[in-house]
């Protein structure tokens, strides 16, 4: 097969796309840039939380991405790859790249959510509804990328991923209603409800706002940085790496001075995008 | 598709019916199970009895994932697998019939994990037919899913360390689900709450019944 087949993908060939990346590569670093200070500086302290209140423009942001961003996307490339019309290696790898970002962001949703609820709550860990079902979730896609990890065929990978991922995803709701009525069954009042004022207004709605877009626009960054990653992984692990070594040597075969005739091995070229 | 259920079915029953691994290792797993978590609360009694519906599931979500990988492993040995796909049988009923054979492993399994949860803990229970209800329910949603996650990783080699992993939290409401019921059927407990719950053991079972009778044949095609 020829080797340019394989890395054929709209997010590696051109060099228009690979400066798409880079400029919301930018772009995300500019917002979060501007919403550390918005978050940090420039609006004002919390009534009741005081600074504590500046979680506000990381958690929910990031929570917003693990949680409905990147695993939603997960979920939808993965019936996109097993529907039989829309079945390209492309929905995997972007399911793959999701889930993986996905998990980063909702370790950090957790981390940041443990930092808030030890001064807020008194505990590092509740067991919340919210809670439970984020981490349930976590585990899950944990599950996904082991699998992932086991060698095999990127086809057979690919099915196999996008079928657990199904397993999962409609495994979601009913661990979410069964952690709620696991808590509210348990005990009537939660001390998590929130104490942040309903109405927030000013800067601090508009950082906020912000915090959303600089969050999702670092997902977004990420996600298509991770899935030039697992293009290229693919097209290393089945062996064109050694067609494109051959073509190395062959170049440096080439300009030979000596002009003994050796020979340039036949290799394939090295795809573009690839360099 | 039912004749097909009922084949497949019965040659696994038969095999465990000639080799009794089952019998011999995975009940008595649980029992070394109940045993530990007793060890693990302490002799005190009153403390074993208010734990022993979750310890309970957890002991028979430990035997489903044993359950589960003898299932599979009947399979892995000379080709059985490429047989049982060669021979023309339905995918949905091969689906039905190893999820039959498993569940119904399960309720035996069960039926003495109670007794031992009984025994040794214990636990009083008031409202019967709820805890063998909830035993059925939880056991098919626990085959289903079992018999899904198994043909998913059948053929890895890494399928002993894999399957619990992956099995695990995705059974998490029936384990929530079956302590919730076994509290509101025990002694001091409130049976009106369980049937919340037992509607929610009813809509995973059909979930996930419905998706194997669905996607088992593609699986295969994985393996």
């Not at chain 1, 661990?175 to 409800?193: E, I, M, R």
């Not at chain 1, 600089?214 to 097209?235: K, P, Q």
């Not at chain 2, 007793?38 to 309970?56: K, S, V």
């Not at chain 2, 399994?109 to 008031?126: F, M, P, S, T, W």
Request: charged share 15%.
């Amino acid at each position: 097969m020829n080797p340019n087949q394989r890395v054929r993908s709209p997010l590696l060939q051109s060099a228009r796309a690979r400066w798409t990346v880079r400029i919301i590569g930018i772009a995300a670093a500019v917002a979060t840039a501007f919403t550390v200070w918005l978050g940090l500086w420039v609006t004002p302290p919390d009534q009741v939380q005081g600074d504590l209140v500046r979680l506000v423009y990381i958690h929910p942001g990031v929570a917003w991405v693990a949680l409905y961003l990147a695993f939603g996307l997960a979920a939808v490339a993965s019936l996109l790859y097993l529907w039989p019309r829309t079945r390209s290696l492309f929905w995997d790898r972007l399911a793959a790249a999701a889930v993986e970002v996905g998990v980063v962001f909702n370790v950090c949703t957790l981390i940041s959510g443990s930092i808030w609820g030890k001064p807020a709550w008194g505990v590092w860990w509740a067991w919340d509804a919210r809670l439970t079902s984020t981490a349930v979730l976590l585990v899950l896609f944990l599950g996904y990328m082991a699998l992932r990890r086991v060698p095999a065929e990127p086809e057979v990978r690919a099915r196999r991923s996008a079928f657990l991922a199904l397993f999962a995803a409609v495994d979601i709701p009913i661990v979410h209603f069964s952690v709620l009525w696991w808590k509210t069954l348990h005990q009537g009042a939660t001390v998590l409800n929130p104490d942040l004022s309903p109405t927030i207004h000013g800067s601090m709605a508009w950082t906020l706002l912000l915090s959303f877009v600089a969050l999702t626009l670092v997902f977004v960054w990420m996600l298509l940085v991770r899935y030039r990653i697992g293009v290229l992984e693919d097209w290393l692990g089945t062996g064109e790496l050694d067609a494109a070594l051959r073509e190395r040597q062959a170049e440096g075969a080439a300009p030979d001075p000596a002009g003994d005739g050796s020979e340039a091995p036949a290799g394939a070229p090295v795809p573009e995008g690839v360099r | 598709m039912w004749r097909d259920t009922l084949l497949v079915a019965g040659k696994d029953l038969r095999i465990e019916a000639r080799s009794r691994v089952a019998l011999s290792q995975v009940a008595p797993f649980g029992i070394v199970a109940l045993v530990l978590f007793a060890f693990a609360l302490g002799p005190d009694r009153a403390l074993m009895a208010t734990g022993a519906p979750g310890l309970f599931w957890v002991a028979v979500l430990f035997c489903t994932v044993q359950a589960v990988q003898r299932s599979v492993s009947v399979e892995s040995a000379d080709g059985a697998r490429d047989g049982l796909r060669l021979s023309g049988l339905d995918p949905a009923g091969l689906f039905l019939g190893k999820t039959v054979a498993v569940a119904a492993q399960l309720v035996v399994l069960e039926a003495l994990l109670a007794v031992g949860v009984v025994l040794l803990y214990g636990a009083r229970i008031d409202v019967p037919w709820l805890i063998v209800v909830s035993c059925v329910l939880g056991t098919v949603g626990l085959a289903a899913t079992g018999t899904l996650y198994g043909a998913l990783s059948a053929g890895l080699r890494v399928r002993e360390t894999l399957l619990p992993f992956l099995l695990l939290p995705i059974v998490a409401p029936v384990l929530l689900a079956g302590t919730r019921i076994w509290q509101a059927a025990m002694a001091g407990g409130t049976p009106a709450d369980g049937t919340q719950w037992l509607r929610l053991l009813v809509i995973f079972d059909a979930v996930y019944v419905a998706l194997g009778v669905v996607v088992y044949g593609p699986i295969q095609e994985t393996a």
